[in-house]
């Protein structure tokens, strides 16, 4: 092999690569935040009194988990303006992100809930507690326990997957990479780097999720570092 | 050249799912192989070995399959490997799938009960005998649902390959849709398409995963 790897021109544009974190940064965020609201109310209605709800939810799920994230963008934004909703791709790409992960936390959310064994809350009817109290003094912590993991799983999935909304145009870090690498021509550098700092956000993200689950339930060993693939 | 949506370009599209499944089927033949590898140095004797192991499997699992498979595709040319770039993509999928597949497996070793192992050395098995004939069909019993899960993960990745240049279905979406400018009707069309690949899949993991429950 006589090819020699040259990394300072892309350390010399490492502020546009910054520049480009920000903006999947805000983005994760964004959609994280809007994805665990969708799955709690996702969860809600999936326990609806009306069957038309719970099939509606249901179908929502089913569609989401079994088509791809890029499929999904694509018609988001390129589809959805065909009906008269035109879309700019910063929102277009929140909505589709937010469509997407909230059907996988709807499920998340709703396994943990149903994980709580139901002499849980029986017990609590038998105290005469109310609805309310039954539901937050003796559910839900056992179930956040439950199902923090998969969901900081799914969220490592969230970021990693928003490198897609740079096929919108979104200057997120995959598009100022992309850039880079058309200024240089130094390709496998510019990846390398980028994925280095991609691994480098989600061990942090996963460091904290591990943090913010020690403290919460108190266990004296750690979460497990693995990334639970669900299959249902 | 714009021309109105005809047959013809249903046919492109079921071309395209037909380079999506064989995408898929050779990914997954190699991310079973290599996943198999990777559990084997993650359950070595020595902990040097576990450690690089336990490396590559959380670095992988932090990377974005879109870097990780241009990276592949970059890669491959400078070490001389000029391949087209549905093999570069391939072999970029199998590595990515055998992150997770090993740590899937992984995770059905460590599920069989602590008294099967004990058993089986009370029983004055050695240790190979142990693992082949105790745990290891027990551990693939279990560890059959995911695997049939993550499968719809990695079919439903391969459509990031249509970035790489890879044509499969997802690009001929964009082919058609943009010749046609029927980009609601063809990304409607193209989900369904990739929800019938998949939902079966995902029924079907369902229904082992169940049937597992009640057996045990």
């Known amino acids: 092999m006589t090819y020699t790897f040259r990394f300072a021109p892309v350390f010399n544009r490492f502020d546009q690569l910054m520049d480009g974190l920000v903006v999947t940064l805000w983005v994760s965020l964004a959609v994280i935040f809007l994805g665990l609201i969708v799955g709690i109310v996702g969860a809600l209605a999936m326990r609806s009194r009306f069957s038309l709800v719970r099939g509606l939810m249901q179908s929502y799920v089913e569609l989401i988990r079994n088509t791809p994230l890029l499929a999904q963008l694509f018609f988001i934004y390129f589809g959805l303006p065909s009906l008269g909703i035109k879309l700019d791709s910063f929102v277009a790409a929140v909505i589709a992100l937010t469509v997407n992960l909230g059907a996988y936390t709807t499920e998340i959310v709703r396994g943990g809930i149903d994980s709580v064994p139901a002499g849980q809350a029986e017990a609590g009817i038998a105290l005469g507690l109310r609805r309310l109290q039954i539901f937050f003094l003796i559910i839900l912590k056992p179930a956040v326990k439950t199902m923090f993991p998969a969901l900081a799983s799914q969220c490592t999935l969230l970021i990693l997957g928003t490198s897609l909304i740079s096929q919108l145009g979104i200057p997120d870090l995959f598009r100022a990479a992309s850039q880079i690498d058309l200024d240089t021509y130094l390709s496998f550098e510019v990846y390398l780097v980028m994925c280095a700092i991609y691994v480098t956000v989600v061990l942090l993200f996963r460091g904290a999720c591990a943090v913010i689950y020690r403290l919460i339930f108190a266990e004296r060993e750690p979460t497990p570092l693995t990334l639970i693939v669900s299959p249902s | ?216």
Not at chain 2, 33 to 48: E, P
Not at chain 2, 102 to 125: F, T, Y
Not at chain 2, 169 to 189: H, M, N
Request: with cysteine; hydrophobic share 55%.
């Open chain 2, 1 to 216: 050249m714009t021309h109105p949506l005809a047959f013809h370009d249903f046919v492109v599209l079921l071309v395209g799912l037909e380079w999506t499944i064989l995408l898929s089927a050779a990914a997954f033949l190699g991310s079973v192989i290599l996943g198999l590898v990777v559990l084997a140095l993650r359950r070595s004797r020595y902990a040097v070995v576990r450690m690089l192991a336990f490396v590559f499997i959380h670095v992988l699992q932090g990377t974005p399959l879109l870097g990780l498979l241009l990276l592949m595709f970059f890669g491959l040319a400078l070490f001389g490997y000029d391949v087209a770039a549905w093999v570069a993509a391939t072999i970029g999928l199998s590595v990515y799938g055998s992150a997770f597949l090993s740590d899937i497996w992984d995770g059905a070793v460590r599920a069989v009960p602590k008294g099967q192992w004990e058993a089986s050395r009370a029983l004055g098995l050695s240790s190979g005998l142990r693992f082949r004939l105790v745990i290891l069909p027990q551990a693939f019993t279990i560890s059959i649902p995911p695997t049939v899960g993550f499968l719809v993960q990695l079919l439903k990745n391969t459509s990031v390959a249509s970035i790489t240049g890879v044509v499969e279905l997802s690009r001929d979406a964009q082919i058609v849709s943009s010749s046609t400018f029927e980009f609601f009707r063809v990304y409607a069309a193209v989900c369904g398409l990739y929800f019938l690949l998949c939902y079966p899949l995902t029924w079907y993991s369902r229904r082992l995963e169940t049937s597992l429950k009640k057996a045990r």
